[in-house]
């Protein structure tokens, strides 16, 4: 009696173990951008205050049911360098993909990254499958939107960074580059990822809110400046304005 019940016990222990080790979204899939953070990945479950915003809850009631668990398997196979052709318009941050429809709602209160325009940057993109490739990321042009439908007249022609199999530093790719220069307010970065090791391209929208360039006299300024509050007060800006991630409407 007492070893049947171990058996029993046993069996039943065994039958938990795809429940335990199950993972839904992240450990089969790929990355996304994190830094400026994308729509995918702010409205995804590692998204913290961000993803409680309206526009994160309107984004997952149009996708599919759990779709942005999977925030980071936003993925098209087979483009092959035809981005603009296969990905129509209106529907870019979803990269044409019907689950992930909630990305591409048009709206000003997505969540967004503060940049200083024409500033030095490391962008983030977040990796839980590595695979080699080249990113691409293009800026939206002046007089952009919001509160339309993406397209892809709504970019500039080419990109402000290219950067083919950058290093994998805990977890994510770095990027170091240069952020555009002559930008204000709300706008949006586009990254494409084409794999070299997949068939696979995939696609980040980052809302991000500019500010203004630092005049060369005030750069001189805060250089020549030996006063201890006008360098904290600095300092401080710098990480808001690289980090600074905002749900409000600009």
Same mark, same amino acid.
């Given at each position: 009696?007492?070893?049947?019940? &171990?058996? *029993?016990?046993?069996? +039943?222990?065994?039958?938990?173990?795809?429940? !335990?080790?199950?993972?839904?979204?992240?450990?089969? #899939?790929?990355?996304?951008? *994190?830094?400026?953070?994308?729509? #995918?990945?702010? =409205?995804?479950? $590692?998204?913290?205050?961000?993803?409680?915003?309206?526009? =994160?809850? #309107? &984004?997952?009631?149009?996708?599919? /049911?759990?779709?942005?668990?999977?925030?980071? $398997?936003?993925?098209?196979?087979?483009?092959?360098? @035809?981005? @603009?052709?296969?990905? /129509?318009?209106?529907?870019?941050?979803?990269?044409?993909?019907?689950?992930?429809?909630?990305?591409?709602?048009?709206?000003?209160?997505?969540? &967004? %990254? %503060?940049?200083?325009?024409?500033? &030095?940057?490391?962008?983030?993109? @977040?990796?839980?499958?590595?695979?080699?490739?080249?990113?691409?990321?293009?800026?939206?042009?002046?007089?952009?939107?919001?509160?339309?439908?993406?397209?892809?007249?709504?970019?500039?022609?080419?990109? +402000?960074?290219?950067?083919?199999?950058?290093?994998? %530093?805990?977890?994510?790719?770095?990027?170091?580059?240069? !952020?555009?220069?002559?930008? %204000?307010?709300?706008?949006?970065?586009?990254?494409?990822?084409?794999?070299?090791?997949?068939?696979?391209?995939?696609?980040?929208?980052?809302?991000? *809110?500019?500010?203004?360039?630092?005049?060369?006299?005030?750069? #001189? !300024? *805060?250089?020549?400046?030996?006063?201890?509050?006008?360098?904290?007060?600095?300092?401080?800006?710098?990480?808001?304005?690289?980090?600074?991630?905002?749900?409000?409407? =600009?």
């Amino acid at each position: 009696m007492i070893r049947k019940a &171990a058996l *029993v016990g046993a069996a +039943f222990c065994l039958a938990q173990v795809p429940l !335990l080790y199950r993972v839904d979204g992240p450990a089969a #899939a790929h990355g996304a951008l *994190v830094s400026p953070v994308s729509r #995918a990945a702010a =409205c995804g479950p $590692e998204g913290g205050k961000a993803a409680t915003s309206k526009a =994160c809850a #309107a &984004a997952v009631a149009k996708s599919a /049911p759990g779709a942005l668990r999977s925030w980071d $398997e936003l993925r098209v196979p087979g483009v092959a360098g @035809r981005d @603009r052709e296969v990905i /129509p318009d209106g529907k870019l941050c979803s990269g044409g993909l019907a689950r992930f429809a909630g990305l591409d709602l048009p709206r000003r209160d997505w969540p &967004a %990254t %503060t940049l200083r325009s024409g500033a &030095a940057y490391t962008f983030r993109y @977040r990796a839980t499958i590595p695979h080699t490739g080249t990113f691409r990321m293009y800026v939206t042009k002046d007089g952009y939107d919001p509160a339309r439908p993406l397209t892809w007249s709504a970019l500039e022609k080419k990109p +402000f960074l290219q950067v083919t199999d950058p290093k994998l %530093t805990a977890g994510s790719y770095t990027m170091k580059g240069r !952020l555009p220069s002559g930008k %204000t307010g709300r706008h949006l970065i586009y990254t494409i990822w084409r794999n070299s090791s997949t068939p696979d391209t995939y696609y980040s929208c980052s809302d991000v *809110v500019f500010t203004a360039e630092r005049s060369a006299a005030a750069v #001189a !300024l *805060v250089g020549n400046s030996s006063m201890p509050s006008t360098s904290s007060s600095s300092s401080r800006s710098r990480v808001s304005a690289s980090a600074g991630v905002s749900t409000s409407s =600009c």
